[in-house]
């Protein structure tokens, strides 16, 4: 397994403002993910984090509101951007122990981010 | 499409007593991994086990048993003798090993287990 952890664990943000999620791995990994959870709901993969490339957006998420920086085989960030309160969520990012020859390896999740938009 | 299905939105159960959690899954994918994995008040998601679509063996952990039936698309989960300490949210996942193979999960609507004492 691996273990991970976010900065900041909790934070409240005024409307219009943009607030940058760490993401720390205490190893190499070549694939981190991060996801939104809103309240009450399940986890929506926001976009995938490959050193060296650039992030892949899912559908409904561009680059523009959540830019996401990858420098580094153990870090990233998630930057949310010009909030409102629809923004509000947990969110997770999470790594690939490892790739198998067979494909992919487990996923492990960070602590998560807890952002209230005001 | 890729979906997941958690019919069971709220169980509520006494203490001792078992629970089994569904999953029912959508693929077109023959090479798959399902998952489970436990989130508690805390917020913080736990792995609890993964399994490949080439094993349909049932595993037992503890007080914890998987059922994964590929005739049905089911992969269920069931708490013997639960405890308190059970009480969260548990999400079944999938993701595709074969042609899309982005590592991408699809997560279930999440089921929420209260356990009574």
């Known amino acids: 397994s691996a273990v991970i952890s976010q900065k900041p664990s909790r934070d409240i943000c005024q409307r219009g403002t943009s607030l940058t999620i760490q993401c720390q791995v205490d190893s190499q990994v070549t694939m981190m993910f991060w996801y939104r959870q809103q309240p009450g709901q399940s986890l929506t993969l926001i976009a995938t984090?490959?050193?060296?490339?650039?992030?892949?957006?899912e559908s409904g998420f561009v680059i523009d509101k959540f830019p996401i920086s990858r420098p580094n085989l153990t870090f990233s960030t998630l930057t949310v951007s010009n909030m409102s309160p629809e923004d509000s969520s947990i969110y997770l990012c999470s790594v690939e122990a490892g790739r198998t020859g067979f494909g992919t390896d487990t996923q492990y999740f960070g602590p998560g981010t807890r952002l209230t938009v005001l | 499409a890729q979906k997941v299905t958690q019919a069971q939105t709220e169980i509520s159960v006494v203490e001792k007593e078992d629970v089994t959690l569904d999953c029912v899954y959508e693929t077109r994918d023959t090479t798959y991994y399902l998952f489970w994995y436990k989130q508690p008040p805390s917020g913080e998601l736990v792995f609890l086990i993964r399994?490949?679509?080439?094993?349909?063996q049932n595993e037992i952990s503890g007080r914890y048993s998987w059922n994964f039936q590929k005739s049905t698309s089911s992969f269920n989960f069931t708490i013997t003798a639960s405890q308190v300490v059970d009480s969260a949210v548990y999400f079944c996942a999938l993701s595709e090993i074969g042609s899309s193979n982005t590592g991408k999960l699809i997560f279930g609507q999440g089921t929420t287990l209260q356990v009574k004492p």
């Open positions: 984090a490959n050193q060296g490339s650039e992030a892949t957006y």
């Open positions: 399994r490949n679509s080439f094993d349909e």
